[in-house]
């Protein structure tokens, strides 16, 4: 059925204004229904397919998406505005995840066995809603694909509004592979719209999220009381702290890409930098020289270290939040240009920061790096757990045992001692506290708990 023209958007290239990267029609809330409804029926028949048939059609899924990686990675840059390297990283970190997945299940399996007959299965659970958004609109999607239907589960996919288009090449990839139909859903619609009918749909058994603190929460009150497990990886404001002893050029350094890569729009990038008093003036001057050595533009132009923020609405709160900070004592030391053609703004540092301003204590996502000084590392540690967040830090020093004695105090589900506060490894989970996250993390090994149910299986 052609889509109702009212329903048709057009989504900009954030880098480049003139150009429309995707354009789509909005699903109804019937469309919504339906997919909910297809993966209830599909998932009878995906939950018996044996687990190492599953695995073969998943490799052979990678295999392909390995192979269309350059197209891959520019469909990303176009709709979401990041660089082409940063484009390829995310396509081979989301592979990186996804084997890690695979390559755990075929370690572990799905039984456990125990001194006599009897042992533990785990099983599918059902109808998997994962909710993905705009700043990785691949490597999210793919990395909680894969374990859904690894361990034999249907699956609705609810990408960003302003990402569509990889979500859709996603899906693209796994059509001809031969998986029952309703498997896999795409969903593509506005969140407020299609949100609710496919979190109230009686057969839905998990949700697995990725995105604002507001929403997340909103989807755990949605889902009170129901038998609907929730994985929900939320905000960060995530602080690097450099202690007295630190290599300043190496703390700059971390500084600079985990608050600047992918325009400040990463969730475990850095939100704040907590430096030491007596260094505090030889770091800032070495964190700005590196600032203003980055260049801007579009993120097809192989010359750009940084693309432009996703929105003209995120443009304009980065403006904002600079001319706030700077009303109210903040000494801006480069940046908060906006060059035209696209949602561009040029990598800010501001010091002479104090706790008490938003534009520490909140997350921004967007290319701004707050710096504020400490006289001690238990201060350090103090101004780090300030705020709601809880989801990644570093500590920079010489001497890794104070680093982590240090690190220790800290309220974060991730810790880096010397490396930037975005450094991953995929045996890893993504494991935010406090406001950054709720129930079981994502990645590493804990997918599989995540998306299964254990059955207890007795025999004489
Ligand atoms: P951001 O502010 O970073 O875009 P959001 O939490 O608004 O983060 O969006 C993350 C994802 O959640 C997107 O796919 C968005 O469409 C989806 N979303 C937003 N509101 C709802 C809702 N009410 N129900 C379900 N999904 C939603």
């Not at 361990?151 to 859709?168: H, M, Q, R």
């Not at 300043?248 to 600047?260: N, V």
């Not at 490396?419 to 045996?427: G, Q, V």
Request: glycine share 8%; net charge neutral; charged share 20%.
């Amino acid at each position: 059925m052609p889509a109702d023209p009212h329903r048709l958007v057009a989504r900009e290239n954030p880098g480049n204004l003139e150009d429309i990267a995707a354009r789509w029609a909005k699903a109804t809330i019937a469309d919504a229904s339906h997919a909910m409804e297809a993966a209830a029926h599909a998932f009878p028949q995906w939950s018996r397919c044996p687990i190492d048939r599953r695995i073969e059609l998943l490799k052979e899924w990678l295999t392909v998406l390995a192979a269309n990686k350059p197209h891959l990675a520019a469909v990303i840059t176009r709709e979401n505005g990041k660089t082409l390297a940063e484009a390829h990283a995310e396509v081979a970190a989301a592979l990186a995840d996804a084997q890690h997945t695979i390559s755990e299940a075929q370690i572990r399996g799905v039984t456990e066995n125990t001194s006599t007959r009897s042992h533990l299965r785990l099983e599918p659970i059902g109808v998997c809603l994962l909710i993905t958004p705009w700043n990785f609109p691949f490597a999210t999607i793919v990395r909680k694909l894969t374990p859904a239907l690894l361990y034999g589960n249907a699956v609705v996919i609810k990408p960003s509004e302003l990402t569509p288009a990889s979500a859709v090449e996603i899906i693209q990839n796994l059509i001809g592979l031969g998986l029952p139909a309703g498997t896999v859903n795409l969903v593509l619609g506005d969140g407020n719209e299609v949100g609710p009918a496919l979190v109230s749909h009686s057969g839905l058994r998990a949700i697995s999220f990725t995105g604002s603190t507001r929403t997340g929460r909103m989807l755990a009150q949605l889902t009170t009381g129901r038998d609907v497990r929730l994985q929900l990886e939320m905000g960060g404001n995530n602080p690097l702290i450099v202690l007295e002893d630190a290599d300043l050029d190496a703390a700059a350094a971390a500084a600079a890409i985990g608050g600047f890569s992918c325009a400040g729009q990463w969730c475990t990038g850095t939100g704040r930098v907590i430096v030491l008093k007596r260094i505090a003036e030889t770091f800032t001057d070495q964190l700005v020289a590196r600032a203003e050595k980055l260049r801007i533009g579009p993120g097809d132009d192989p010359s750009s270290d940084i693309g432009p923020v996703i929105t003209g609405e995120s443009q304009g709160f980065a403006r904002h939040t600079v001319a706030t900070a700077v009303a109210s004592g903040a000494r801006l030391r480069c940046g908060g240009a906006m060059p035209p053609g696209g949602y561009f703004f040029t990598p800010c540092v501001l010091d002479q920061v104090h706790a008490g301003m938003p534009v520490f204590a909140e997350e921004l996502f967007v290319p701004i790096l707050p710096v504020i000084t400490a006289e001690t590392a238990a201060e350090a540690v103090k101004l780090a757990n300030i705020g709601q967040y809880g989801l990644s830090a570093s500590v920079f020093s010489r001497d890794e045992t104070k680093a982590m004695q240090c690190a220790a105090s800290i309220e974060a589900g991730m810790i880096h001692i010397n490396l930037h506060t975005a450094w991953r490894d995929p045996a890893l989970p993504v494991s935010g506290w406090r406001d950054s996250g709720r129930g079981l993390p994502e990645c590493g090994r804990f997918y599989r708990d995540f998306f299964t149910r254990p059955r207890a299986v007795y025999l004489p």
